[in-house]
Structures are given as C-alpha cells and as structure tokens.
C-alpha cells in the first residue's frame, strides 16, 4: 500500500513538474498584475490545466479567480469562475463523488450570480448530468424545467427513461416482496388460530364427559401435578444457585490467579528495575571516577600550558628588549635577520661629562645603581617619541629614530627626546646637589643621514647599526658641551622651524674635518 501511495504521488509530481512552459510561464507573470487581469490570468490557467488534464489544479486555479472577482464584485467573473470550478471537479475521480457534488453546488452557485442564457444553459446541461450520476430524481425535475424555461420550451420536462424505469423496477419489486410476506404471515395466523379452536372445543367437550369423581380426580392430579412442578422449580433454583456459586467461586480463584500473575510480574519488573539501577549507579560512579581523572589531569595540563605560555611571553618580552620587533618576527619566521640601508636615520649619542671622576668618588654599586636610574628614564623618554634603543656601552647611551620603520620618530622627535633628557638631568642633578652627590651632566650630539642597521652573529644577538652617519653622531657628542643638544647641520635643515638653535660655526672634528654644528636651545612656541 504504502509504495503503491508513493508511485501514485511521484507520478503527480513528474506530472507537475512536467507542465508546459505556458503554464509556467504564465504562474510568474500573474503576481502584481490588476484586478481584472489577475482574474482572467487564473481563468487561463484553469483552463490549461483541464486541457492538460490537471483537474486539481484546474479547480484550484478556478477558485483562486473566484476569490480575486469576489474582492472586486464582479458577478458575471464570479458565475464564470464557478463554472470552471465545477467542469473541473466533476472530472476528479472520487468513491463516493465527493466531487462532483462539490461540482454541483459550483454549477447551483454560479446561475445565481448571473442571467447570462448560454452560462445558465451550460450550467443546466451540467447539473442534469450530475443530478442523473448522483441520483438526484427531485433535482433532477426541477433542472428539467429549468433549462424548459430557460429555453423558452413549453412542453412538459421528461425524465430519464432508463433511469425512471430502474427506479420503478426496484420500487416495485420490493412491494411485491413485502406484499407477499404479509400473505405468508397472515395464513400461519390463520391456522394458528385455526388449532387453538379446535384445542379450546376438545377441552370443553372432555370437561363436559366427565363424572363429578372424575374432575375432582383431575383436580387433585392437577394440584399434586402443581406441587411437583414447585418441587421441580425449587430444585432448579436450588441448582441454579449452586451454579452461581460455583461460577463466584470459579471468577474468584481467576481473580486470585490474575492478582498472583500480576504480583509476580510486578515483582520481576521491581527486581529488573533494581538490577538497571544497580547497573547505573556502577556506571555513575565510573563515570564520576572517570572525570575526576580527567579533571585532575585537566587542571595539570592548564597549569602546564599556563606556565609554557607564561614563559613564551617572558621569552618574546626578553627578546623584544633586545631587539626591536619587526627584526625579532624576522628572525623568529625565518632563523636570520637581513641587514637594511636606511636613506635618512637621526643617531642621538649621550655622555656624562667627567665620569671617570664620578667612579672614583662613587663605589661600584652605587655607581651602576645611578646609571641604571638614568637610562631607564632615558629608556621612558625615548619610548614615549618612539626612538629605538640601540645600545649602551659604559656611560654612553645611543639611539636611533626613523628605523626599522621608516615613518617612525622624524628628526623633530629625536630632537624633543635629547630636550627631554637634559630637563630630566637638571631635574635629578639638582635632587644630588642637595645631597652632595656627583652630578650627572652630559653631553648629547644628534645627526641625520644614510645608515646599515641589522643582527650580526649567531650567538647573543645585538641589533646594531653602522655607517658614516654613526660616526657623525658621536663627534656631535664630544664636540658638544655638558647640558646642551648639539646636532648638525643636516639635522638642522630638518627641525629648524620647530627649534630656536645657536649657530656654532664649522668646528673641527676627529677625523672628519670642520663640520657645521648647532646648539638646541629651546622649542619654538
């Protein structure tokens, strides 16, 4: 049944699928069409659909212009509508005609909501096909003489022959049938009658033959015949109790059989019940064991990877205190970092005036406490301008602005960090001087030009740069004076509408030769 259900629908919807491209074509134009043009489109439709011998389809699309003509009240579309409707119901196959009685109240429907003649007529013509498959007789008249009138006919409405005929036929039949019957009964009633008269005039005749002895015999035979009959009847009664008793006795021992099947049976689903119990909890408890294992090992595996990642970042934070961090991506991706030219980089080179005199007047400790101090607020100040520290050897203090990114700290900024510095030297020297400690003075030199900056090595890995930019740097150092910013002249070109400077002329430098220099003095408001 059930692959016989699923051939059926796979045949529809093959059949469906299958529909011509008018159809189809015309289902995806209707939507947004007008009110008149929406109706006649489902009009269409329906009637492909019948032509295709889609009559589900026909009668829905049918109904669908109905309901479109009943928005906008239009009768005529409304009774043409329900005429399709109906030619396509009453071809839909159905046991019990469910359709085409559905068909034949659309065709009733649709004659009154119209006085078109050919309408009606093709209604009429439909309704008396149905009326005649239905076996609607009345109906059937009264369509007669409608289509009569509607044809404008006179003479008298005649029926369905064959059908009238079968109708009178079986009417008949079963009259004679129940005619016959009433005979055969009332001739059984008829002799019945018959013997119980001639029964009742033998008693009479035998009670008139007989002596007075006689009937009082009959009569003490007829009441002893009595009394055996009340003994006969008691012991029935008798008997049909003790039946009943028996029968009680029976449907109680039943009644126990079933209590003790029933209590045997509760007790194996109670004793299956405790064995599924048992067997859960065993297993709720390998299961709770289960996880506190795996929570345990859990929580040492997170401790684990808490430490790694932990010493990961200790690892990169080390690593990036060395070296800046698009050098240390390199070298971690690739296990080497390439050297790069630079086309414009400003080195800035710090040295405390004298320190050989401070080493001796400070012990060891207390001397490398002091130089810890300053170069971490060096460190502070050249971080907040974004410089790169390059390195620090003894007193001397250098870094870098314009690398390894080359948007990075102009020359401008190198040149408000070196500013910075001798605030903050000032700042702390004056704290010493109150204590009748050495002051920290330095010299600060700053130039701007072409440099090489990368690793070198495989062992203790130092960012570096090189260059004759390097070493214009440090002559901008020791040529310059405690407390001041001496930069060069191509720094100069850089910051000199940012910075009021003091012109120092072309002063000789170690191996260089005369080099123009300049004194920072203040930042221009």
Known sequence: ????????????????????????????????????????????????????????????????????????????????????????????????????????????????????????????????????????????????????????????????????????????????????????????????????????????????????????????????????????????????????????????????????????????????????????????????????????????????NRIIVEERERSEGLLLNILPLAVAEELKKNGFAEARHYDSATVLFTDFEGFSEISKRLSPHKLVQDLHYAFTHFDQIIGKYGLEKIKTIGDAYMCAGGLPRTDAAPPLDVVKAALDIQKFLDHWNGERREKGEPLFEARIGIHTGPLVAGVVGEKKFAYDIWGDTVNLASRMESNGKPGKVNISAATFSYIKNAFDCEYRGKVPAKNVGEVEMYFVTAARA
């Open 1 to 304: 049944m059930k692959s016989t259900i699923t051939f059926i629908c796979t045949l529809y919807i093959s059949a469906i699928c299958a529909q011509p491209a008018r159809i189809t074509a015309l289902e995806e134009s209707l939507p947004g069409k007008p009110g008149l043009e929406l109706v006649k489109g489902y009009r269409q439709l329906s009637e492909w659909y019948f032509e295709e011998k889609f009559y589900e389809k026909a009668a829905e699309m049918a109904r669908q212009a109905y309901d479109e003509a009943k928005k906008l009240s239009w009768d005529f579309e409304m009774a043409l509508a329900l005429n399709r409707e109906g030619k396509a119901l009453a071809n839909i196959p159905s046991r019990r005609n469910t359709s085409k009685s559905k068909a034949f109240k659309s065709f009733l429907e649709s004659n009154t909501l119209t006085t078109d003649k050919a309408l009606r007529l093709d209604n009429f013509e439909h309704l008396k096909a149905l009326a005649t498959t239905l076996d609607k007789q009345k109906e059937l008249q009264a369509i007669l003489r409608d289509i009569a009138a509607a044809k404008g006919e006179n003479a008298a409405p005649t029926v369905n022959r064959e059908g009238s005929r079968s109708l009178f036929g079986r009417k008949r039949r079963e009259l004679q049938a129940n005619t016959k019957n009433l005979e055969t009964e009332l001739s059984q009633m008829t002799e019945e009658q018959a013997a119980l008269q001639k029964m009742v005039q033998n008693k009479e005749a035998a009670l008139r033959s007989l002596s007075a002895a006689q009937i009082s015999q009959e009569l003490l035979l007829s009441e002893k015949e009595r009394m055996l009959d009340s003994l006969t009847y008691s012991s029935i009664l008798d008997s049909l109790e003790l039946a009943h008793k028996e029968f009680v006795v029976k449907e109680q021992n039943a009644e126990l059989q079933k209590l003790d099947a029933e209590l045997a049976f509760k007790e194996s689903q109670r004793n299956l019940f405790l064995a599924i119990a048992g067997i859960i909890l065993l297993a709720a408890i390998g299961l709770f064991h289960r996880y506190h294992i795996l929570r345990r090992h859990s929580a040492v595996l997170e401790e684990k």
